[in-house]
C-alpha cells in the first residue's frame, strides 16, 4: 500500500541549531512530494514540493530538503532553527494521475530559547 | 496573492443536525479537494472534484456529501453528525491544466467542526 511515514513523532532543537525531519514513502513509483507545515489552529502551508529533477528544493522560510530514491527517502532540512519555526510538519506524497494526498503523521517541533 | 477561502471558520451543531461547509478555490483553479483532519491526526482525504465533476473519494461515510458548482467553489454537507465528525476540515484546491496532471494543493484555513 501507499504510505507515507515520519518516524519522529516528537522534536526539539535549540535555537539557532540545524533541523533535519525525515520522511521515508512506500510508492511503486517515484511520487511527487511535498512538505507542509501547520501552526497550532492554523491551516497548512507548502513550504516546499519535488517533482523531478534536482533532488535538492529549495523551499520558503529557509528550508531545503533532499529527494533521495536510493532511499526511499524526502527529508526536511534548515541551517539554523528559528523560535518561529515550532510547529507541525508534514510530509505528503500522491502519484501521478492520483490526486489525493497521503500523508504521513507528522513531526511536532519544538524549539528551545 | 489570493489564497483558499473557507467558511465558516468555527461551527458548532449537536448530534444528529446538520452542517455545510463552503470551499472558495484559489481564482482559475479548477481542482477542489477535500480533507479531514482529527485532534492529533493527519489530514485524510475525503473527496475530490475536477471541472464540476468527482474525481475521487476517499474515507467519506455515506452522510457526506460534496459537489462542485459552476463557479468553481465546492459545498460539503454533513448529515447526522455524530460526536466523531468533530474534526478540522480542509479544502485545497489546484490547477490541472491536462485534466490527468494534478499540480500542487494549496489549502485553506480549515473549518472547525465541534459536535456536541
Known amino acids: 500500500a501507499q504510505s507515507v511515514t515520519q518516524p519522529d513523532i516528537h522534536i526539539t532543537v535549540s535555537e539557532g541549531a540545524s533541523l533535519e525531519l525525515r520522511c521515508n514513502y512506500s510508492y511503486g513509483a517515484t511520487p511527487y512530494l511535498f512538505w507542509y507545515v501547520q501552526s497550532p489552529g492554523q491551516g497548512l502551508q507548502l513550504l516546499l514540493k519535488?517533482?523531478?529533477?534536482?533532488?535538492l528544493v529549495q523551499g520558503i522560510k529557509g528550508f531545503e530538503a533532499e529527494f533521495k530514491r536510493s532511499q526511499s527517502s524526502f527529508n526536511l532540512r534548515k541551517p539554523s532553527v528559528h523560535w518561529s519555526d515550532a510547529a507541525e510538519y508534514f510530509c505528503?506524497?500522491?502519484?501521478?494521475?492520483?490526486?489525493?494526498?497521503?500523508f504521513g503523521t507528522g513531526t511536532q517541533l519544538k524549539v528551545e530559547l | 496573492a489570493a489564497g483558499v477561502i473557507q467558511s465558516p471558520r468555527h461551527l458548532i451543531k449537536e448530534k444528529r443536525e446538520t452542517a455545510t461547509l463552503k470551499c472558495y478555490p484559489i481564482?482559475?483553479?479548477?481542482?477542489v479537494y477535500w480533507y479531514q483532519q482529527g485532534p492529533g491526526q493527519d489530514p485524510q482525504f475525503l473527496i475530490s472534484f475536477y471541472e464540476k465533476m468527482q474525481s475521487d473519494k476517499g474515507s467519506i461515510p455515506d452522510r457526506f456529501s460534496a459537489q462542485q458548482f459552476s463557479d468553481y467553489h465546492s459545498e460539503l454537507n454533513m448529515s447526522s453528525l455524530e460526536l466523531g465528525d468533530s474534526a478540522l476540515y480542509f479544502c485545497?484546491?489546484?490547477?490541472?491544466?491536462?485534466?490527468?496532471?494534478?499540480?500542487?494543493?494549496?489549502f485553506g484555513p480549515g473549518t472547525r467542526l465541534t459536535v456536541l
Open positions: 481564482p482559475r483553479h479548477d481542482t
Open positions: 485545497a484546491s489546484s490547477f490541472s491544466p491536462s485534466g490527468g496532471y494534478t499540480d500542487t494543493q494549496y
Open positions: 519535488y517533482f523531478s529533477g534536482d533532488t
Open positions: 505528503a506524497a500522491f502519484t501521478g494521475g492520483g490526486n489525493k494526498l497521503t
